[in-house]
């Protein structure tokens, strides 16, 4: 029989009803299901399949080629197999499956996770963890609702030194903190001028672009360069900025903003890539702090390379970067240095668990997750409409200088995928 999305959703109302309890025993069992099966997919399967008395049983992908590949790579040292769903559906209707795993490309991420809450799992979900605002707030409701446990994957949030690091700003290293810094580079090439035709072998498309408006297949858009375009990605700024944007407001203590403001453009190729591939971008937050993301996709920094995060205070300044942190006086001298902390994306995993077992608290609970991609796509907003966004803390940081932005918070969906809470 096939799930339709409303008879999915019946179903879901009574697994949520039948759902464990939101804590178990700290031995007991977790059962994972991954949605999407490409490089990070195949990273977080492998990684959860390793931890001790976790079980991945259900790996899923619309491209039998990439699912089988994840198969095979979890089930070597494994006592059995995952089984392999082409649609993640079959995940969540799956009572056996305690965690849901999402690593499709970013218009799946708060549609599924919703799904998943609705149907009683606990949910690790990939940044960013929407591809709009409007999502964003529902997987977050969803979350509360259903009562369970969600984590981005921003993984830094559970590093040993980071999180140290960020502990002596609280307590004041440099004074007062003001100004964040964090930038992004790399050297991608062109991803050309799309074709028809091309299309992976057996893949599922219709199944692959869900819940996005459907648009016709081209040779340029899949496994990777989706990221490019709106329809399925969010750019640069949420596919990497989100990981450091969401350490500079860690680590300032800030939530919604009040200003933001965009510049830059595609500019290194002519080709068929919407977003910018140099993206300069600025948050304005009412108690008189500000971040700054500087990405440039298709350039290096001369030199070497910048600290992850850079925060500047009354006192001095904190250079923050996954294993430790430096900090420097007003001058630039430097005046205390930690270096040697574990960066493996275990802590966060384990993290996750621990806060299914035994409900300890989580890292990157889906909340605070949200507020960090919230910044990216109002960043994404600003660029595409050219205008400086005002935003109101205190309606969540809803737009209210230009209603054109604001409606751009939520987006269009192919019928019968519009995720409600």
């Not at 491209?63 to 089984?83: C, F, I």
């Not at 290194?268 to 702090?289: C, I, L, M």
């Not at 970067?321 to 384990?350: C, I, M, P, Q, W």
């Amino acid at each position: 029989m096939s799930l339709t999305r409303r008879t999915f959703l019946g179903a879901s109302a009574a697994a949520v009803a039948s759902a464990p309890a939101l804590t178990a025993a700290a031995n007991d069992k977790v059962v994972v299901g991954v949605m999407g099966c490409g490089g990070r997919g195949m990273h977080l399967a492998r990684s959860f399949a390793a931890l001790p008395n976790v079980e991945v049983a259900v790996v899923s992908d619309p491209d039998p080629g990439r699912a089988a590949s994840v198969q095979k790579a979890v089930a070597e040292g494994m006592r059995s197999s995952p089984r392999v769903v082409a649609d993640f559906r079959r995940i969540l209707d799956d009572r056996t499956i305690d965690l849901f795993v999402c690593a499709a490309p970013n218009h799946w991420h708060a549609v599924s996770g919703i799904l998943a809450c609705q149907a009683g799992k606990h949910v690790y979900v990939e940044k960013p963890c929407s591809h709009n605002a409007a999502e964003g707030e529902m997987l977050v409701a969803a979350a509360r609702r259903a009562d369970r446990k969600v984590q981005m994957g921003n993984q830094r949030r559970s590093m040993p030194k980071v999180i140290e690091g960020v502990q002596a700003l609280r307590d004041g290293v440099i004074g007062r903190v003001y100004f964040a810094q964090s930038w992004y580079t790399n050297n991608r090439p062109t991803i050309g001028i799309g074709t028809e035709g091309g299309m992976p072998a057996g893949l599922d498309y219709a199944l692959w672009q869900g819940p996005a408006p459907a648009k016709p297949f081209r040779s340029n858009y899949l496994h990777y360069n989706w990221h490019w375009f709106w329809n399925w990605g969010n750019g640069e700024l949420g596919n990497n900025g989100v990981h450091t944007i969401d350490l500079c407001r860690w680590g300032l203590g800030v939530d919604y903003p009040t200003a933001v403001t965009s510049a830059g453009g595609r500019y290194r190729f002519k080709d068929d890539q919407e977003t910018p591939d140099t993206h300069v971008v600025s948050f304005d937050f009412a108690d008189g702090k500000t971040i700054t993301w500087e990405g440039t996709s298709c350039n290096q920094i001369p030199g070497g390379s910048k600290p992850t995060a850079l925060f500047q205070g009354e006192k001095g300044s904190l250079a923050l970067n996954d294993n430790g942190y430096t900090v420097y006086d007003e001058r630039g001298r430097e005046v205390k240095k930690e270096a040697g902390g574990a960066t493996s994306d275990n802590l966060h995993f384990n993290n996750l668990l621990a806060g299914i077992r035994e409900g300890t608290r989580l890292n990157s609970e889906i909340e605070e997750g949200h507020k960090t991609t919230l910044l990216c796509h109002l960043g994404n907003i600003a660029h595409r409409t050219g205008k400086r966004l005002i935003c109101d803390p205190a309606k969540k940081g809803a737009i209210t200088n230009d209603a054109a932005a604001q409606a751009m918070w939520r987006r269009e969906y192919q019928p019968g995928w519009e995720p409600r809470v």
